[in-house]
């Protein structure tokens, strides 16, 4: 086997289209099946749409909501706009992935769902390594891609230091009817502990996400009662939480996410997407990383089977590549989070940037890429 992908979220399903289309053979591991829903705001930048109709997997066929502006409100719900000067599209992770994987399967690229990769082992005198799945099953690839989310039991397989640290933050996901918002905006609402984004998806329905802390959480008891007590302070958020049709019965949720910095690279293992680094949802940007990430990793894998470049080589080239595109972004949004989520601040924040639209346009600039 040339390539063994872990995880079949955006980052491994482009990068086993991009290295199927240049003729390697793919196996992708996936611990679901599709299509499932996912914790994500579901807004992705259009600098990846040159990428995805490179792979013929143009999401227009999708129908998604063309999003122009964004909005950001303070805890107090005053409101600061500005323009997206690329612009982005909203579809729901439920759809998109599902379609990245016909696409994938119909490329030639064997997926096996429902099956969790348990161990990574690299045997240097063989130059390759060697997986083990939870049923017992192994596989043997020249390379490894790990696109396996925020977090996964490889990460302590790695002994990677995130993962021995506790994070505060939850991420709560619904989708729901609320035709009270033009469909061309993305919005961004403050509250304490916190902040939640909402912008359109396909047909006529909307992703609406947020993140907090397990303080905020465990200090209301439910999440309805969080939402009650904290997000409806909030009277941009009073209004969805009041007139929202939400569409399914129970919100999805994740725990322990970790903003903190990440290697790219554990044991020979090229990673890519939220394994590699995160960067806050306030930014609106996983999805665009994710998959130009998923570029980067393949083109560098391309020249490594083909010969051109050593294995040390190949992951020298893939870190440089992805500090040099990724680590301003991470380090930026991670110093905009620092000033949401604390009430006064916030409304300092939000105030201060309604005079400074300059300010607005680097911050949206240095937390999104150019078309790649």
Sequence with gaps: MDVVIIGGGLGGLCAALDLRQRGYAVTLVERQHYPFHRVCGEYISNEVLPYLRRLQADPAVLQPADI???QVSSPAGRLLRAPLALGGFGVSRYLLD??????????GVTVWQNATVATVTFDAASNQHHLTLADGRQLAARVVLGA???RSALDRQFNRPFFSRRSPYIGVKYHVRYPSMPRHLIALHNFADGYAGISAI??????????TTRRNLKAHG???????HVLARNPRLRH?????EVLYPQPEVINEISFAPKSCVEDHVLLCGDAAGLITPLCGNGMAMAMHGASLAAARTHSFLQG????????TAYSADWQRHFAGRLQTGRAVQHLFGQPLLSELVVNALRLWPGAVRQL?????GNPF
């Design 222 to 228: 439910t999440i309805a009662q969080l939402e009650q």
């Design 308 to 315: 051109q470049v050593t294995r040390s080589q190949l992951e």
């Design 98 to 107: 599902e379609f990245l994987f016909r696409r994938a399967v119909e490329a």
């Design 364 to 368: 949206i600039k240095r937390t999104h």
């Design 202 to 211: 396909e047909e006529d329905k909307y992703c609406l996400c947020y993140l």
């Design 148 to 150: 396996y989310g925020k």
């Design 68 to 70: 122009r502006e964004l």
């Design 240 to 244: 969805i939480l009041e007139h929202a």
